[in-house]
Every structure is written in C-alpha cells, then in structure tokens.
C-alpha cells in the first residue's frame, strides 16, 4: 500500500523547495516565459493547496473537485449527488462563478478555515429556494468559496464545483485550474458531444503526468448511443494511457437538458457509490490520498528542472541586454575621452569666445560657452549610446518588455542632468581656482574667475588651447599651473564617469527592476535535490 511519508524534514525540504518556486520570476518575453509562469503558478497552487496541507494533516477529508468543460453538467452532477440543489446550474453561461464547497457537517471545521485554498475568501448562505438568486457577500471583487454543510454528503469527502476549465472569463478559468490543483481526486466531466475536445483532454494528460487519483464522467450521453459512444471514449482513455481510469456514464434525461434540476439517484448511483467508498473505507482512502500526494511530488523531478531552465534562459537574456548597454556606454565613452583629448569642445560659440578672450569677452563668458560646448558633447555621447542599445535591443526579444520601454529619452531629461553636472564641474573648478590664488603671496592676484577660465580651456582645448596653459602659469606660477591643472582634470574625470554612470543606470533601471538574476536556477535544483534526499 502507498502511504504518507509526514517526516518534519520533508516537509521542511518541501516549504524551501516552495519558497524557491515563489521566487522563481519570468517577466522577459521571451518564448517560453507564459509557460514558465503558469508552471510556476500551477506549481504553486498544488504546494499551497494541496500538497503541504494533505502532509500536514493526513487525516483531514479526501477533496474531490468536479471540474469540466461549459456546459458539461457539473453543476446538476453535484447537485444530484447531494441529493438537492446546493450549486447553481443553468443554461447560461458561464453558470458556476462562485466555486462551492459541500461536506458533511461533522467536516465543516476542515474547510472553514484557511487549511486549503487560503486565498479564497469563505461564505455561508441560508438555503436558497430553486430559482432564488444568489447574492454573496464576496462578490464585490473578492474571490469567494462558498462552503455549503449536507447530511447525504458521507464523512470524510468534500465535493467541489469548480467554474469552466474554458469559460471566456478569464479569472474563472484561473480559477478553476487552482481549484483541481487542490484536489486529492479530480473528477473530469465532459459530455457525449464534446468527449474529445482538447480542454478536457489536456486536463486528463495532466492528470495522467501527475498520476493523480482521476475520475471521469461522460455526462449527457443519448440512449440511443450510449454503447457507441462510451466505447470511443474508452478507446480514446486506453490510448492515452488512461484506461486504468474508473469511467462512469450518465445518460441524456429531460432533468439534465436544462441544467435547473437533479438527476434520478440511479443515474449517479455508481459514482456516488465510488465516492463513499473511497471516504469510508481505510485503504481505499489512503491509496487516493498516497497516490495523489505521490504523484505531485514525482512530477517535481520534471517541473522544478523545467522551471530552472526557464530562470536560465531569462538570465541569459537579461545579461545580453546588460552587456550591451554596457559595451554601448564603454564605447562612446572612450570616444568622448578622445574627442575631449582632440579638443573637440573647443569648437563654436566657444572656439569665438577664446579667441576674443581677454579683449572682448569675459572670463564668465568664457566659461558660460565651455560649460555649454560640453553639455553638448556629452548628450551627444549619451544620445549616441543609447541608439547603440537601441539597435543591439531590436534583436532582443527579451527587450520587448513594457517596463524596459519607460526608460527617460535623450534630450529632455538628459539633458537637463547634463547640464546639472556641467555646471556643478564649473563651480568646484571655480572653488580651486580661488584657493589657489588664496595660496599666491602678492598684492596683485589674479582674478579666480580668469584663473578658473584658462583651467577650463586648458583641460577642454587640446592644441588650440596651449596659450591658454601658458597664460596660466604667467598668472599663478609654473608649479600653480601644474598643480591646478591636475587637480582640474582629476574633477573633470570625476564628473564625466558620474554623469555616464549615472545613465548608463538610468539605462539599466528598469531592467534592473525586473530583477533577473542567476541565483534562482541554482536554487531550484539545489531545493529539489534536498527535498529528494528527504524522500
């Protein structure tokens, strides 16, 4: 017989292991990023759910989840197996919204709490009249489970009506996918018409790669095709590898065809009666639980290393689109030194204000056309960077992420924190220059702003600026001139790393924010090898 393995130490292997899946993110558009995410959220859902709780508590009652295709019944099959209307069945659809949990009084304590399903939000409602609508407290945007208590359910199993597997409401289908991930047995119901559409038989394939305890009903079958049709369908499980799968039929009946009433108990006597066995009797209850149980914990051994292959694959491409922000950014910066070096400021409205220097132009109007000379060159450097990122990110699928297109463009906010810095370089040159002068023990200093102007054209003007150095040192000395010197261009190199650092980050910040990192493909492998040796 299969039994439960509750040691503390699984189930600690088994809350890292869970912890990991959570951090587990996916947020590159990348191919195999959607299935990643519902892997990890389906994943997620069978640990929260299912398979921590059942561990934890092995005696709790065996959760037997409906689920199904639109219009497949499920709804009246709960109802009729109850024995009275507990679900709201319908021929409009979508019909089940409100998932509904029945179980014996005697069990109510096990799902009234947050045991299983902790996200769902529990309501009781007096028994409502057939044709009496039903107005939850929950439904004004929380996601609800309303837990109904019946005599006829046995003790020891909960019935569960799940919304449509493919209703066209999104969070119904979420929903409902959660909802199986909590199962100990899943009872698929489809119909004689849509026996073999793909919803329901993606759901029997999972359920077969889980080796889950599986149940399935074809529902709505005409007498006169009954045989028929349950034979295909038998041909169809058996060659799926599912023929092992007990299989019930419930014929066509004037009470299913327009979804508001309960069925003859001899049409759901079988099923019903498959059920309280497996409530009532020991080893049947333990080989669904272990089997199911077993099943998710096998299926680790594929998903976890899937999961972690997924973190790989967002990582490699978070680090191309890191490198080439980076290569882009090295690039033009060791372009912008060069041209610096060429003096390559020194052009323009600048290269004017030089050459009328001292004559017509002021110090501080020297300054003012340099300050703005290499704004200028640098928001050409950044602006030429970022169209370098641009094109290496065209080829990046990973790229198409909406939070990398919120980066700031070049030439507004750029070139506002350009300016900023250009001019802070500006006052601290200026601030050595005045301290310099401070150190000169004459009468007649010079002024600090002239001193501050020729600094600034030394460092910025390459060949066409030599007179510039020389007037300096005639000002304030030789050894002056040098010292000023470096020190001016220590700062200036300073603040030219600062502002291409600065959106070199400004860049990668929203790729950043994303948060792709290596860690969580190791981490993976590493819980799920710890959780295998606790096994």
């Known amino acids: 017989m299969v039994t439960l393995d509750v040691r503390p130490q699984l189930l600690d292997a088994l809350s890292a292991l869970r912890d990991r899946v959570a951090a587990a993110r996916f947020p590159l558009p990348l191919a195999g990023a959607p299935r990643a995410r519902a892997n990890r959220d389906e994943l997620l859902a069978q640990l929260d759910d299912y398979l921590v709780p059942r561990l934890k508590q092995p005696e709790a009652p065996l959760l037997a989840v409906v689920g199904g295709s639109t219009g497949a019944g499920k709804s009246t099959l709960v109802n009729s197996l109850v024995g009275r209307r507990v679900s709201e069945a319908s021929v409009l659809r979508p019909t089940t919204r409100t998932p509904v949990l029945v179980c014996h ?33 929950g439904d004004n945007g929380r996601r609800v489970l309303r837990v109904e208590t019946v005599d006829t359910v046995p003790p020891g199993i909960a019935l569960l009506d799940a919304p449509d597997i493919d209703s066209l409401v999104a969070d119904n289908r979420s929903l409902a996918a959660e909802l199986i991930c909590a199962a100990d047995i899943w009872i698929m119901v489809t ?23 599986l149940v399935t009903v074809l529902d709505r079958v005409p007498h006169q095709v009954v045989s028929e049709v349950s034979r295909q369908y038998g041909a169809l499980l ?10 019930f039929t419930v014929p066509e009946l004037p009470e299913s065809a327009w979804g508001g009433g309960l069925l003859p108990a001899s049409a759901v006597a079988s099923l019903r009666t498959w059920l309280v066995h497996h409530a009532q009797d020991p080893a049947s209850r333990q080989y669904a639980m272990a089997r199911t149980a077993h099943g998710v914990l096998n299926s680790l051994k594929s998903r976890l290393p899937e999961l972690a292959s997924a973190a790989a694959v967002q990582y490699a491409a978070a680090l191309r689109l890191t490198t080439a922000v980076d290569g882009a950014y090295d690039n033009e910066y060791a372009r912008l030194r060069g041209r610096l070096q060429a003096g390559a400021v020194l052009a323009g409205d600048a290269l004017k204000r030089w050459r009328a220097f001292p004559l017509d132009c002021t110090a501080g109007e020297l300054l003012d056309a340099l300050v703005e000379s290499l704004a200028a060159l640098l928001l050409c450097a950044v602006a030429a960077a970022d169209e370098r990122v641009d094109q290496a990110w065209r080829l990046e699928p990973g790229a198409a992420a909406p939070e990398l297109a919120d980066v700031d463009p070049t030439g507004s906010g750029a070139e506002h924190r350009i300016a900023l810095a250009v001019r802070r370089w500006r006052r601290e040159l200026e601030e050595y220059a005045e301290e310099e002068v401070r150190e000169i023990d004459r009468g007649a200093a010079p002024d600090p702003e002239v001193i501050a102007a020729l600094v600034a054209t030394a460092l910025l003007g390459g060949r066409r600026a030599r007179s510039a150095g020389e007037g300096l040192a005639g000002r304030i000395g030789a050894h002056g001139a040098l010292r000023l010197r470096d020190r001016g261009g220590r700062l200036l190199s300073e603040h030219l790393d600062r502002v291409m650092h600065a959106e070199r980050e400004r860049r990668l910040a929203p790729l950043d924010g994303l948060d792709v990192q290596a860690e969580p493909q190791a981490e993976l492998i590493a819980a799920l090898s710890v959780l295998q040796k606790e096994r």
């Not at 028994?127 to 609508?133: I, K, L, P, R, S």
């Not at 119909?191 to 077969?208: C, E, F, I, Q, S």
């Not at 058996?238 to 299989?247: H, M, N, Y």
């Open 238 to 247: 058996t060659k799926a590898g599912l023929g092992d799968v007990p299989r």
């Open 191 to 213: 119909t004689a018409a849509r026996y073999a559409d793909a919803v329901p038989w993606h759901l029997l394939r999972t359920a077969k790669e889980y080796d889950v305890t």
């Open 105 to 137: 009084p005697e069990d109510h304590h096990w799902f009234s709490g947050m045991r299983v399903l902790p996200e769902l939000t529990r309501v009781w409602t007096p028994q409502q009249e057939a044709g009496d609508d039903l107005l939850l407290p």
